[in-house]
């Protein structure tokens, strides 16, 4: 909540439809503006690869799992990953070709998402033969990181370091609450009702999540079978408990749906700061183009579904490939988040100067702190191995990717980049004259109106 609190407070003083990469170079004095927006760019490029990966390589573990529940079905690794990359053909299909569709996809998975979640938990909790005592839900401790059967990390290390691991999931579902602020030039009064739609979704996102949870908790019928299921997904094996194989099935497969929409719309969102990116010089002139025809970016949305399918490809060899994947899907979104609330906090006086209404006062710089400091823990947990013992089939590779892309982020601004990367100037004059730019093809066609004003006004 404070990241929540310190980002709607960045999006009164700058209602704006920019991401992360935007606001970093509003809020930098002049001269530094370029270094972190660049900086701010290459982890939310990052995290929006990530996100995706995670999301969609999740759809392809639930597709697998429900197979399991009436069949003689075996999944591996190798299918996984088909299945996978059959999903991100769906997507860039409909991101390419489809365009016009996504707000009818949109609205219904809001429906699904709304409606159809919370019909879940209340039918789950009104079906389950019984529930588990408070004791039990709120009060027993499980480790559940010992690999095969073996000692965690509660008896390696402590219970403490197994909570941590806890976190990870939690928090990467609480991400992209900055989309309230890629609305807010459509919200009315938006310097006041923007960061009040960046407070909601994590709160909302919180209190549906917790609902869940506990619905989910309550309705285990044996914890033993439970965590030890036979079909591998412990969700699936009490949706079996409870409703038996076709109830579970039915209720998987809204799930699946719900996770299929979210995928889609995270490779939109992908490929458009991509497109931003590359019209800002900081990825190649070759992503910068738009099919006016289908008005989509169709290369960048390639380029994100071809980046998202790479990331996946250590699950072929490692049993924590999910859990790599949203580890660096909330690193990379929490840093770029985190970068702009840094800079309010380093520069203080120009960020007072354009503050609007959502104003935090003097609580302003403590939350800030408190918020760039929690993104600093999550930063380092999440980069620590999450199962025990560690071997090539644990190993939380990570590290790894998050310290590539920081590599070639600080490396190549200092050796190249700061000689000609300006960052989002066209964006912000574009901004000023009412360019859509968060519509990569309206963008385009309001570029060219305006070329052609300037001709009119030369020849005259």
């Not at 990241?3 to 990469?21: F, H, K, N, R």
């Not at 691991?165 to 990467?172: F, S, T």
């Not at 923007?194 to 209190?207: E, K, Q």
Request: charged fraction near 10%.
């Amino acid at each position: 909540m404070s990241v929540a609190l310190g980002m709607a407070e960045i999006v009164s003083a700058v209602p704006t439809s920019g991401g992360p990469y935007f606001w970093a170079a509003i809020l930098a004095p002049r001269s530094k503006a370029a270094f972190w927006s660049w900086i701010t760019g290459w982890f939310n490029f990052l995290g929006q690869v990530a996100v995706t990966t995670g999301i969609t390589f999740g759809c392809a573990g639930l597709i697998s799992t429900t197979a399991t529940v009436q069949s003689s079905y075996k999944p591996t690794a190798g299918k996984t990953i088909g299945i996978y990359a059959a999903l991100l053909v769906s997507h860039v299909l409909i991101n390419s070709f489809g365009v016009k569709y996504l707000r009818y996809l949109n609205n219904t998975s809001i429906v699904l998402h709304s409606v159809g979640v919370s019909c879940f938990a209340i039918a789950l909790l009104a079906k389950a033969p019984h529930h588990q005592s408070a004791k039990e839900v709120f009060a027993t401790f499980y480790d559940g990181t010992g690999a095969d059967g073996g000692d965690g990390w509660s008896m390696r290390a402590s219970p403490a370091y197994v909570a941590v691991c806890g976190i990870l999931l939690a928090q990467y579902t609480i991400t992209g609450f900055d989309a309230s602020a890629h609305l807010s030039e459509e919200t009315h009064n938006a310097a006041w009702n923007a960061p009040l739609g960046v407070l909601m979704s994590v709160g909302l996102s919180a209190v549906f999540g917790f609902f869940l949870l506990i619905a989910l908790l309550f309705s285990i019928q044996d914890f033993d079978t439970t965590v030890d299921s036979t079909v591998g997904q412990p969700v699936t094996q009490i949706l079996v408990d409870v409703f038996g194989p076709h109830g579970a099935i039915a209720l998987m497969t809204l799930i699946i749906l719900c996770v299929w929409h979210a995928g889609l719309f995270s490779l939109t969102s992908n490929s458009r700061m991509m497109f931003g990116f590359a019209r800002d010089r900081g990825l190649p002139p070759f992503f910068n183009y738009v099919s006016m025809r289908f008005a989509s970016p169709i290369r960048t949305v390639c380029l994100g579904a071809f980046l998202s399918f790479l990331l996946a490809i250590p699950s072929l060899g490692s049993s924590v490939a999910f859990s790599a994947a949203t580890s660096i899907a909330t690193i990379g979104l929490y840093i770029s988040y985190g970068l702009p609330i840094l800079i309010g906090l380093i520069y203080p006086s120009h960020f007072n100067s354009i503050k609007g209404p959502f104003n935090l006062g003097r609580f302003s710089r403590p939350i800030a702190f408190v918020a760039v400091t929690y993104i600093l823990f999550i930063t380092i947990v999440f980069c620590l191995p999450e199962l025990n013992p560690v071997d090539s089939q644990t190993l939380n590779y990570t590290p790894v990717a998050v310290g590539i892309v920081a590599l070639w982020a600080f490396g190549s601004w200092f050796l190249w980049a700061r000689l000609w990367f300006t960052g989002p100037i066209r964006q912000i004059e574009e901004e000023a004259l009412g360019v859509p730019v968060g519509d990569p093809a309206g963008m385009v066609r309001r570029e060219k109106e305006l070329a052609g004003e300037e001709s009119v006004h030369k020849i005259d």
